[in-house]
């Protein structure tokens, strides 16, 4: 029997085939660790979080992508909730196999209370939630799951619904500044499109936006309400005559609303950037309402024909 030869280890001892093996196990979870996608402000957190992860085993989970609620960006609060769910519906259209992790500070109850729409992602298989803080490996584990999160008892029907009529209302507000924006994303978010032809989609889009429910029929709404795109900006230049007109009857002691048809998460950027504080909504979830007072680039027929929102005194700026 050949002796052992002093230089070398046996492949039972310390720093044998197992450590070969486990420093082979630690380069691949790297390897795989790296085409990973982080969304996150709190760069030492996410440091922190990687190396934790990389310690676990990550094989089957290439791509994957996490998105940290809290701190979106340069965002935290609502606005950075709202915005990462909304990245999360464009990356998983862009790829529904990849795996994206959702964490959070709040509860998930919390979360489907505040931000309803996260059930429609939930719904979707490849789409997980975790809250932090958790235990070393468990955004792996977590990752692995195959059954998707409890929704609420918020019909996922009616989520859908509504998120196809904020889509169309969104991209048909747009339509004359940006056509092929519109057409591109129309086809990302009604797969059916596809191949048709430009007048097919305008119709489809129409055809959604003119049968919006109309969800506040017959209630009045008193105060301010004031449209952004052409009215209070003018693509991003803040129009200041509008501005002060809002601050004389602010004076009055009228409450200030902004509201749009556009994309609330870039509008609401642009207001911060701006210092500007009045809460900003959306004009469908006002449908058939009577506002006591609005201002808007349009003119009144052409307003209400659009947002199906009436006026009982209309300011055209």
Not at 9 to 33: A, T, V, W
Not at 42 to 59: G, P, Q, Y
Not at 216 to 233: R, S, Y
Not at 286 to 300: F, K, P, T
Request: aromatic share 6%; with cysteine; charged share 30%.
């Amino acid at each position: 029997m050949d002796k052992l030869n002093p230089m070398q280890r046996s492949p039972d001892s310390n720093g044998g085939e197992g450590e070969e093996n486990g420093n082979e196990k630690s380069l691949k979870s790297q390897e795989i660790l790296n085409t990973w996608k982080f969304f996150s402000g709190a760069s030492i957190f996410m440091n922190s979080l990687k190396e934790d992860i990389v310690k676990s085993d990550l094989s089957g989970l290439e791509n994957s992508i996490i998105i940290d609620m809290n701190n979106f960006g340069e965002n935290n609060g609502s606005s950075a909730n709202t915005e990462s769910i909304e990245l999360a519906e464009n990356l998983y259209r862009k790829n529904n196999q990849n795996k994206i992790l959702l964490i959070s500070t709040f509860t998930l109850g919390w979360m489907q209370k505040n931000f309803p729409e996260i059930d429609l992602l939930l719904a979707k298989e490849n789409i997980k939630f975790l809250r932090f803080p958790f235990g070393r490996g468990a955004l792996v584990l977590k990752l692995r799951e195959t059954k998707n999160e409890e929704n609420t008892g918020v019909q996922l029907q009616e989520l859908n619904d509504k998120k196809i009529n904020e889509v169309a209302t969104r991209l048909m507000h747009i339509l004359d500044r940006e056509p092929q924006k519109v057409m591109s994303e129309a086809k990302e978010y009604f797969p059916a499109l596809v191949g048709k032809s430009d007048k097919e989609i305008i119709d489809f889009l129409q055809n959604i936006r003119q049968n919006v429910p109309e969800v506040m029929k017959g209630q009045n709404i008193e105060g301010v309400f004031c449209d952004i795109e052409g009215t209070l900006f003018n693509g991003e230049e803040l129009n200041n005559s509008t501005l002060e007109k809002l601050k004389e009857l602010e004076a009055q002691g009228k409450t200030i609303t902004l509201w749009t048809d556009g994309d609330i998460g870039s509008l609401q950027t642009l207001l911060d950037k701006e210092g500007i504080k009045y809460p900003l909504m959306s004009k469908i979830d006002h449908a058939g309402a009577s506002a006591e007072i609005v201002l808007d680039n349009d003119d009144q027929n052409t307003f209400s024909a659009k947002t199906k929102i009436f006026a009982k005194k209309f300011i055209k700026i």
